[in-house]
């Protein structure tokens, strides 16, 4: 005797519970001991934790679920970890927001604990939200960044990498944050269109006369090293060589010929200044030209802009717009539209100065990005041009050093006295050489016994790049080896140039190998107006409004069916429900099932007479299967959630229940073989349903399933059942051409009856259906019991031939007549 499912389906109560129980049931460690079961790793990003699990990281990590959920029930012995990248500047921004601070108010150390203190807080309430959403990760294997067994890696990496010359301290430009007063690298610079003014400036010329500059940023002239045109811009060729004025300075520059310029901008006379842009930084390498620093790391100006050191960048704008029309040298200033770079996470403008800073060579791994990038699986496939795209617009080398507190340290000392450089050795580590002086005796190269330490620390970059050897248990498992390179790399569109590339360059440069297989790419949420999701915008949806109000299953299903993988999709509440709807459509169908089932004995041996419709729907199933597996293999989520869905929706609930219902009901009129068979196929079909469904809608799969099927199938959870594998012998066409065929029968019966406001169990006296030929009435002969049943028929007959009535779509020469 089997219990029935209860009435009433608690969405809320049922996902705690399971998400509870499996913790505790261990359903998704991954087993190290399994040596037989292929491994399937997947390399989760450790997410920034800002403490708020927003519908962006929903899209992610169901992505990352269906894939867990899919291959372990594919027998994979699936790796699906979790960690937190917790350094950086957001971090720091928010507590000296938090605490009304700047970094520097407090000793490293104090301001390190407030860091950590904000990031255990906001761990809490993302984990909490990873949970809530049920997602299968194995948080045996969850990490900090921040802590210090994390930093030995994130060292380890970098001594290893400078050993191997990857590793350099050089003075170059980079970009500058003044407001967070740090160097960032490329992918930290965002562009954003801003109105600027365009200043019209006059440069005397030595020999008499002037030469009239256009410039957004007057307040650089201080740092002007030359006055530069285009070779092949004829007004301006008799005065190349020249020596010129610089305005407010009291020295002069040459003239010089760049390709760089541009004779339509402004007048097509430019100065170059150390530094305003990246042109001028190509154009000072270039001509070999000298560097005036003029701005610092505050964005003050220096004593080498003279009477403007001191003032903040603004000011010294206004100052020297003011001195130049007083000289009358200003000739005019127009509006013009500007990419601005700025910095990602405070969109203060950067500066570009010139600092001493630890960089890591990248780009002489720019041909084996390409490569690798090739070779590597793409989902969806257009997407590896976004990486090798990114790889080969860099300019410069990536700078690992950042001017911050909440970072790992760079394991460097140098000698007071000479200077040299005393790396750490691998067993030192982790180290913080800020607080522990360097294992030796006296530098090796002049004997002395001071050091200082760099007090410079890495950019957070450097320590989440390292994930997929670290998730492999590099470099403390001997085997680890085993997961790597990683099966799967996954995250957001937006990120490629950081996650993707970055995990590229330092796995390329640390073990010369790929670091992961294959490349799962999401797009973006929108919010509900299509426009980005933002709390500004008001289209701001939480993701645990959703989940409190419809459950993480319903959730789950707007992302697999929101779009093809890799599209942006907005944010749809009636999507939610929708999925919701449908998830008391299963609850209710599946009760129906399990009050049929109540007598009902698995025996896989058993020889049922199976009628054509449960032939029908067996190789629907069959076909459903194969069409959600080949879906699921190539990541296209949405194709197979709508098939499962439709199919259960249309297919198995409004077509084949209704249909097997009078067997179910009147064994003594159809025969106790047909009700057992009607039921073999209820017990089978909604087994296929749930397992088709369980990598998208977890926890009322797991439901259903230990209810109803747990204690047969003698598997702990549905989600450690194996996938189910095709069975062709089942797949029939003309199965399926029948069973179509009665199905429309009893559809367009049940039409004529709804479109005359009947109910659907009024009797039909007589039914009449003129079959338009032999084959056919043959066909609908051998189910006119199902349709009798089902259409409430108390007499039918079926005629052979075509005559008029009642069509029966889509079979034109098909008809009926129904006499009530
Ligand atoms: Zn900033
Ligand atoms: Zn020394």
Redesign the pocket.
């Known amino acids: 005797m089997k219990q029935p499912l209860p009435k009433g389906f608690k969405v809320l109560e049922v996902e705690e519970k399971w998400q509870k129980k499996w913790e505790d049931m261990g359903v998704y460690r991954f087993d190290w001991n399994d040596k037989t079961c292929p491994t399937f790793s997947i390399d989760t990003p450790p997410p920034y934790p800002s403490g708020e699990f927003h519908m962006g990281l929903v899209l992610n990590w169901t992505y990352f679920d269906m894939v867990a959920r899919y291959k372990r029930m594919k027998s994979y012995n699936v790796y699906f970890p979790q960690g937190w990248d917790c350094h950086g500047l957001p971090t720091e921004v928010e507590v000296e927001k938090l605490h009304g601070i700047k970094k520097t108010d407090l000793p490293p150390d104090k301001f390190r604990r407030l860091c950590e203190e904000l990031v255990s807080k906001n761990i809490g309430v993302m984990k909490k939200a990873i949970t809530n959403l049920g997602c299968s990760i194995d948080w045996t294997t969850e990490y900090k960044t921040m802590d210090p067994n994390y930093w030995r890696r994130t060292q380890l990496s970098f001594v290893l990498l400078y050993k191997k010359g990857f590793i350099y301290r050089g003075t170059h430009p980079v970009n500058w944050c003044p407001r967070c007063e740090t160097a960032i690298a490329d992918a930290e610079v965002e562009y954003e269109t801003r109105t600027a003014q365009l200043h019209y400036i006059r440069f005397k010329l030595e020999e008499g006369g002037f030469l009239t500059i256009a410039t957004t940023r007057p307040e650089l002239i201080p740092a002007c090293v030359t006055v530069a045109v285009n070779a092949h811009d004829e007004r301006y060729k008799r005065y190349v060589g020249k020596e010129i004025h610089v305005p407010t300075a009291n020295r002069t520059v040459e003239v010089i010929t760049d390709d760089l310029v541009d004779p339509e901008f402004g007048t097509g006379v430019v100065m170059i200044c150390t530094y305003g842009d990246k042109a001028d930084v190509k154009s000072v390498s270039k001509h070999n030209l000298p560097v005036i620093t003029c701005v610092d790391e505050k964005g003050e100006m220096t004593q080498n802009a003279g009477k403007y050191a001191g003032m903040t960048t603004e000011e010294a704008k206004k100052a020297i717009i003011e001195d130049l029309k007083k000289e009358g040298l200003l000739e005019k200033i127009e509006p013009i539209s500007q990419e601005v770079s700025v910095c990602w996470r405070c969109h203060t403008p950067i500066e570009i100065l010139e600092r001493e800073q630890w960089f890591m060579k990248t780009r002489i791994l720019t041909d084996q990005i390409e490569k690798n990038a090739l070779e590597i699986k793409w989902y969806p496939d257009y997407m590896k041009y976004r990486l090798i795209d990114w790889a080969k617009s860099l300019d410069w080398d990536w700078v690992i050093s950042r001017q911050r507190v909440f970072a790992t340290p760079i394991p460097i000392w140098y ?1 007071k ?2 200077n ?1 450089t005393v790396l750490a050795e691998p067993d030192w580590l982790p180290i913080d050489p800020r607080i522990e002086n360097p294992k030796i005796d006296k ?1 090796p ?2 004997g ?1 016994n001071e050091f200082k330490p760099e007090r410079d620390v890495l950019d957070t970059w450097f320590d989440s790049s390292i994930s997929c050897a670290v998730h492999a248990g590099w470099p403390d498992r001997k085997d680890w080896r085993r997961l790597f390179p990683a099966d799967m790399h996954a995250s957001g569109v937006d990120i490629i140039r950081t996650w993707a590339y970055y995990l590229m360059v330092r796995h390329l440069a640390l073990f010369n190998e790929k670091p992961y297989k294959s490349c799962l790419i999401n797009g973006m949420v929108l919010g509900t107006d299509g426009r980005s999701m933002h709390k500004s915008f008001g289209n701001y949806v939480a993701s645990q409004e959703v989940f409190s109000k419809r459950g993480a299953d319903a959730a789950r299903q707007w992302v697999a069916g929101g779009g093809a993988t890799g599209s942006d999709i907005p944010f749809r509440w009636p999507d939610v429900e929708y999925g919701w709807r449908f998830l008391i459509k299963l609850w209710n169908a599946s009760r129906f099932v399990s009050n049929q089932l109540k007598d009902y004995i698995l025996d896989e041996n058993a020889r049922h007479v199976l009628q054509p419709l449960d032939k029908w729907i067996l190789s629907k199933a069959e076909r459903l299967t194969k069409r959600v597996t080949d879906a699921l293999e190539r990541c296209q989520f949405n194709i197979a959630m709508e098939e499962v869905r439709n199919f259960t929706w249309h297919v198995f609930c409004d077509c084949y229940i209704e249909a097997a219902k009078d067997r179910l009901y009147k064994p003594e009129f159809h025969g106790e073989e047909k009700r057992k068979a009607a039921q073999y196929m209820l017990y089978n079909v909604l087994y296929r349903i749930l397992q088709l469904l369980a990598p998208i809608t977890p926890h009322i799969t797991e439901e259903i399933y230990q209810t109803m099927y747990a204690e047969e199938k003698g598997y702990r959870s549905i989600h450690l059942s194996p996938w189910p594998t095709l069975d062709i012998k089942s797949m029939d066409e003309e199965a399926e051409k029948h069973g179509d065929l009665i199905m429309a029968v009893i559809t367009e019966v049940r039409r004529e009856k709804a479109e005359k406001r009947m109910s659907l169990n009024t009797q039909i006296k007589r039914l009449t259906i003129y079959a338009g030929g032999k084959g056919t009435a043959e066909i609908i002969m051998e189910s006119r019991r199902d349709i009798s049943g089902t259409c409430k028929v108390a007499d039918i007959e079926i005629v052979p031939e075509e005559r008029e009535g009642r069509e029966i779509k889509p079979y034109s020469n098909i008809s009926f007549v129904a006499e009530y």
């Open positions: 000698c006295k000479c040299e530098c190269k002049c002395s």
